[in-house]
């Protein structure tokens, strides 16, 4: 089945993130099933070895019965075999007798016995054959799976980044968003405290200076595509993350009006502050805002509204950008 290739920027993100999942799962499988394989083998091989160890042991006990044998037919013909058929029971004939019956239990034994170790070769060679060939088929139809997902996912990154290009978001020479940014691996920016999230797993915003979160700067640039087309302009932005000594500068300038050091949603870069006529309660842009952002994923939050009153500052909720 076809998919379609994905063309708004959340559809982008969102197929670029299932992708890169998809991938990942798909390499965790094979590894999985190379290491069971490897598991399967090391059990052969001990089952091998314990066979060989058989095979000794069977060697050591065939040898006393072979040396029966020789002494029985170096014996005249008849032997005292003969004398117990004409009715001899001399001490000679009775034991030539317990030797044929030793002889025969022991041969039946080592029948039984070869019998045994013959259907086991044959049962591990049927295994070590049906193992190696399940091995090269799961191996070549993984490997198969693997290089489609990654065409894929190479080829919905790559207009993903096309994408932010057209939106005014910067790249580097490699041709990914400036700073390093892969915004379809937001998970690993969770490893991070509060603030101290590195460079490369931010991703810069079209307004010169600012940056978020994967997951929350696409779905801002994509919010700031709408704003745009509203009110001839984009959305104006005083702050957006802030490093935890950044956080402790503006606590200690704004008082009350601060999230203690690293407890700010800036230091997830998850927050932005706007201005533009956002930060003026009630006004035009303000209430598109409130009306629209989100379906971006974006809200603001019921503090912001009463203690302490900020108009201007705006959360993404990368449960709700989920659900989009």
Not at 21 to 31: F, G, H, N, P
Not at 39 to 62: I, V
Not at 103 to 121: G, H, N, T
Not at 284 to 309: D, I, L
Request: with cysteine.
């Amino acid at each position: 089945m076809l998919r379609r290739d994905p063309t708004s920027l959340l559809e982008l993100r969102r197929e670029a993130e299932k992708a890169t999942k998809e991938l990942e799962d798909a390499t965790k499988a094979l590894r999985d099933r190379q290491a069971k394989i490897r598991t399967s083998e090391k059990e052969l091989s001990n089952k091998l070895r314990e066979l060989q160890a058989a095979d000794r042991a069977f060697a050591q006990m065939r040898q006393p019965l072979s040396d029966i044998v020789g002494l029985l037919y170096q014996q005249p013909t008849g032997g005292d075999l003969a004398g117990f058929l004409s009715g001899d029971t001399s001490e000679e004939t009775l034991q030539a007798m317990a030797s044929a019956t030793q002889i025969v239990a022991e041969r039946d034994l080592v029948l039984a016995e070869s019998s045994r170790l013959q259907a086991e070769r044959e049962k591990l060679a049927a295994q070590a054959q049906e193992l190696r060939a399940d091995r090269l088929l799961s191996e070549a139809q993984a490997n198969a799976e693997i290089e489609a997902l990654r065409a894929r996912s190479g080829k919905i990154v790559k207009s993903l980044t096309q994408a932010l290009v057209k939106l005014g978001v910067k790249v580097d020479k490699s041709g990914q968003p400036a700073q390093g940014c892969n915004p379809v691996q937001v998970g690993m920016s969770d490893q991070f405290s509060n603030g101290l999230i590195p460079k490369a797993y931010l991703c810069p915003l079209p307004q010169p200076g600012s940056e978020l979160r994967g997951d929350a700067a696409l779905a801002f640039i994509s919010m700031n595509e709408a704003y745009k087309k509203q009110f001839g302009k984009s959305m104006c932005v005083t702050d957006s993350y802030r490093s935890l000594a950044e956080q402790q500068s503006v606590y200690y300038r704004r008082p009350g009006f601060a999230a203690v050091p690293g407890r700010s949603n800036h230091g997830l870069g998850l927050a932005v502050d706007l201005c533009g006529g956002v930060q003026q309660f009630r006004s035009a842009q303000f209430n598109w805002m409130e009306a629209n952002s989100k379906k971006f994923g974006w809200f603001h939050p019921k503090w912001a509204y009463v203690s302490p009153f900020e108009p201007w500052h705006w959360e993404y909720d990368p449960k709700l950008g989920s659900l989009l």
